[in-house]
């Protein structure tokens, strides 16, 4: 032992430099302490900020209950705050399990950092279950508990449950806040429940709860993803009448939204009106503006932009880019487009697995299918797995090329080992159409039957193809026997059609 402590010792290194010296740092700590007195200062300091020593307290504190000299409750539950407080979730665990194991009751403020706990590790179940134990130790269940329920239930995508619990708030006299509505308005805005958002933002007003700046950029930002901009545009206006300051992240969610429904010029005026306030815009403010002017074909006026841009120091991104490759793929200049690929290689941002599957459409369309080949080589030695739409993408080009043979080739490399990669009905459709033009009808249904089997269910695509097939095959009864499927799956139609 002596020996390797030695630091001129062949095995002595730095790191056993500072796992020694932590070591009896801690012993040291540890054997000094001779009363409850001592052991409740000690743990307090190791918690000070701004130098913390979260690991150093409850390692003395597991010691300290050990060795019979138990921390005062005030100090257990203060440790548990104030690890809880931290985000140490691990280590409050650790310490609300030894201390209640030893007969300390929790407080209040322990039993919300627990809460809390859970919430952030997306176990709403169990937080629910701490609130049993607040009221079973006597305290009063308030808003602060409940807002974070209500937050850990939506997080989990349970938003239901959480409007639930919201109700019943009131009943239990427990009234809700502008955090409350605020962590509900978003849960149901991200659960795409855009009218029960709405209802709930009349609601609040209702309550005497004024929305604030966050309410109203939840809903705005929701109302434009759900493509009601005009309803957005509307709630800006209002904010704005209200004293409400907007920043970058309401003027960008409203100009990607205004620019997602075709309204240019209405988001280029909400961004001039962005500059003349003072506000400095981001990478998320330019990039809808500029993949708009690209797919218009106002090369000049993107281009001006993206230098706008970057005399900000504001650097394009992935979005940036795959939106200036798509405005390029959709006017015909795919050759364009891969000299931006290439260019955003050079400049250290990575191309994500959409602005493959971008350029691979346009290459697709343009031709030859070998370029958008090339793309999809290139994309696998990159380390980014093509996906269904990749390889719908890539299916759609050769069928149309007439190459069904190749695309089966590729449905069945889509199913192998590390490239596997689930089909769906376009998929199918797919093949099954271009198998139907080149008068294989057989064949064509053969993958029908495949399609089946995987249990993917067909749509109205599929049963035009088969059925105008047969019907043009003059194969009325085998035409009668899919019509027999749309049916049975659901589907109806006013009339066969007579061909494709």
Avoid at 196 to 220: K, W
């Amino acid at each position: 032992m002596k020996a390797l402590l030695n630091p001129h010792h062949k095995f002595y290194t730095s790191s056993t430099t500072y796992a020694v010296t932590a070591y009896f740092q801690l012993f040291s700590s540890m054997v000094t302490v001779t009363s409850h007195t001592d052991i409740d200062t000690r743990l307090r300091s190791l918690c000070e900020k701004p130098n913390s020593q979260f690991s150093e307290a409850v390692s003395l504190f597991h010691h300290a209950v050990d060795s019979c000299l138990l921390p005062s409750g005030s100090t257990c539950n203060f440790l548990v705050d104030t690890l809880a407080r931290s985000k140490n979730f691990e280590l409050v665990f650790s310490v609300y399990k030894k201390m209640t194991h030893v007969g300390v009751s929790p407080s209040f403020l322990s039993l919300s950092g627990l809460i809390d706990c859970f919430v952030s590790r997306h176990k709403p179940e169990f937080a629910l279950g701490v609130v049993g134990l607040i009221v079973k130790g006597g305290y009063r269940v308030n808003v602060y508990v409940m807002n974070l329920i209500l937050k850990g239930l939506c997080l989990n995508g349970e938003v239901g449950k959480a409007m639930v619990m919201f109700r019943e708030m009131g009943r239990n006299c427990v009234l809700p806040d502008i955090f409350s509505y605020n962590v509900l308005i978003n849960g149901l805005c991200k659960a795409k429940k855009l009218e029960e958002a709405v209802s709930l933002f009349f609601e609040m007003r209702s309550a005497d709860c004024h929305p604030n700046f966050v309410t109203y950029t939840i809903l705005v930002d929701g109302l434009c993803k759900d493509g009601r901009v005009d309803e957005a545009v509307d709630l800006w206006e209002e904010m704005k009448e209200k004293g409400l300051d907007t920043d970058v992240i309401v003027y960008s969610v409203l100009i990607s939204g205004l620019c997602c429904k075709g309204s240019f010029d209405r988001g280029k005026e909400v961004f001039e009106e962005m500059l003349t306030k003072g506000i400095l815009p981001s990478v998320v403010t330019y990039s809808p503006l500029i993949h708009n002017l690209c797919k218009m074909g106002r090369w000049e006026e993107a281009t001006a932009m993206l230098n706008d841009m970057t005399e900000r120091g504001i650097h394009p991104d992935v979005v940036t880019y795959t939106g200036l490759i798509d405005g390029l793929c959709k006017n015909g200049r795919a050759t364009k487009a891969m000299d931006i690929l290439d260019m955003m290689q050079k400049k250290g941002v990575e191309p994500s697995t959409a602005t493959y599957n971008v350029i691979i459409n346009g290459l697709c369309k343009e031709g030859p299918v070998s370029g958008a080949f090339k793309i999809l080589e290139m994309m696998t030695k990159a380390g980014k797995k093509p996906d269904t739409v990749t390889y719908n993408t890539m299916m759609r080009g050769l069928c149309n090329d007439g190459k069904v043979d190749e695309a089966m080739k590729l449905l069945k490399f889509m199913l192998i080992g590390e490239s596997f990669v689930e089909p769906d009905v376009m998929t199918f459709n797919l093949l099954i159409q271009g198998f139907y033009k080149e008068g294989r009808l057989d064949e064509a249904v053969a993958i029908y039957h495949t399609m089946l089997e995987r249990g993917i269910s067909g749509n109205m695509v599929t049963y035009n193809i088969l059925i105008g097939g047969y019907l043009k095959a003059g194969m009325v009864g085998k035409a009668m026997e899919i019509w027999k499927d749309v049916l049975n799956w659901g589907f109806f139609q006013t009339h066969l059609p007579i061909v494709l």
